[in-house]
């Protein structure tokens, strides 16, 4: 059985939270390992993530919260590393995150992932399991994909034990990117993020923001479908469960769903993977 994954974010308002909670019983069906739900930009979303956890928690899952050390003080992380701990939490996504758009890094000590990961295991030992982010196409303020390289080993080697890439649609990309890894010493999983396509243009503006990479044809089969979204479903689902059996076939140890709080994408794909 494929190991999954399935990543949420702290809805907004109380209907959104009615549709989390529904999508989130519907893909429990799926059986993924653990959840996990993200942290706002800044951390702007430090009390609505801890409420997801626990509401997630409350569902049976093993829900790994997302957690950022960009503009955060030492002891605010004290305190949710202390919160998670009590709330019997053994797993967490380290980040260095991003300030909200207008704002710098300010006075943060903690500047990189690396330096939070470090926190965390100096903090805490070996209680959590560490997950980090890692970017088969590169982040987009790297100075070059091998200084990128480097500074993913540097959080491996600060303690975490495993990671998730930013999504892509190139499945050569991530090989390359865990080849590269393995050469310089990485052991851990490199597990793939998988981005479901149901709408072009949150596609395209989520790609612009990340630096992931549309490939053209998609981008011109998207674009020729215009509001049919029946048929961009059906083709998304397509393409991205070509992607993730590309991706299993080739070794990769299991995927982690960009789930936007919706179940039905995630389903699709699953479903076309799991066809006999
Ligand atoms: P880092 O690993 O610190 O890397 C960021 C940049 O700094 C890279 O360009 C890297 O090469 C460079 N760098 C690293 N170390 C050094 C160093 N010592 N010297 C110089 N340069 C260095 N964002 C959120 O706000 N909330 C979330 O919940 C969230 N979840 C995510 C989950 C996943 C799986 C992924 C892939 C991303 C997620 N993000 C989230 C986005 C992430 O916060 C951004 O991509 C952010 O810009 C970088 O975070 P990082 O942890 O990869 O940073």
Redesign the pocket.
């Known amino acids: 059985m494929t190991d999954l994954s399935l990543?949420f974010?702290p809805p907004r308002d109380a209907t959104a939270e009615v549709r989390l909670v529904a999508a989130a019983k519907e893909l429990a069906a799926l059986a993924p390992r653990y959840v996990?739900?993200?942290?706002?930009?800044?951390g702007s979303t430090r009390e609505g993530?801890l409420a997801t956890v626990r509401q997630l928690q409350g569902l049976g899952f093993d829900v790994a919260p997302?957690?950022?050390c960009?503009g955060a003080t030492p002891d605010s992380l004290r305190g949710l590393l202390q919160s998670y701990r009590e709330l019997g939490v053994r797993r967490l996504?380290?980040?260095?995150?991003?300030m909200p758009s207008g704002m710098g890094p300010g006075l943060s000590i903690l500047?990189?992932?690396?330096?939070?990961v470090r926190f965390i295991r100096d903090e805490t030992g070996n209680w959590f399991h560490i997950?980090?982010?890692?970017?088969p196409e590169?982040?987009?303020?790297?100075?070059s994909p091998q200084?990128?390289l480097?500074?993913?080993i540097?959080?491996m080697r600060e303690g975490a034990n495993s990671a998730?890439?930013?999504?892509f649609f190139n499945a050569d990309a991530y090989f390359e990117f865990v080849e590269r890894a393995r050469a310089q010493g990485v052991s851990a999983p490199i597990v793939p993020?998988i981005m479901p396509i149901t709408n072009h243009n949150q596609l395209v503006r989520f790609s612009e923001a990340?630096g992931a990479e549309v490939p053209r044809w998609i981008r011109l089969r998207l674009a020729s479908f215009g509001d049919d979204r029946a048929s961009i479903r059906d083709f998304g689902q397509d393409v991205v469960g070509s992607l993730c059996q590309r991706l299993l076939d080739g070794g990769a140890p299991g995927l982690?769903f960009?789930t936007l709080n919706q179940a039905d994408a995630v389903r699709g794909v699953w479903s076309q993977l799991h066809r006999q």
């Open positions: 990543e974010f996990s739900v993200t942290f706002g930009a800044g993530t997302h957690l950022s960009i996504v380290a980040l260095r995150g991003d500047r990189h992932a690396s330096d939070l997950e980090v982010a890692a970017y590169m982040h987009p303020q790297a100075a200084a990128d480097g500074h993913f540097e959080k998730i890439t930013q999504y993020g990340c982690h960009y």
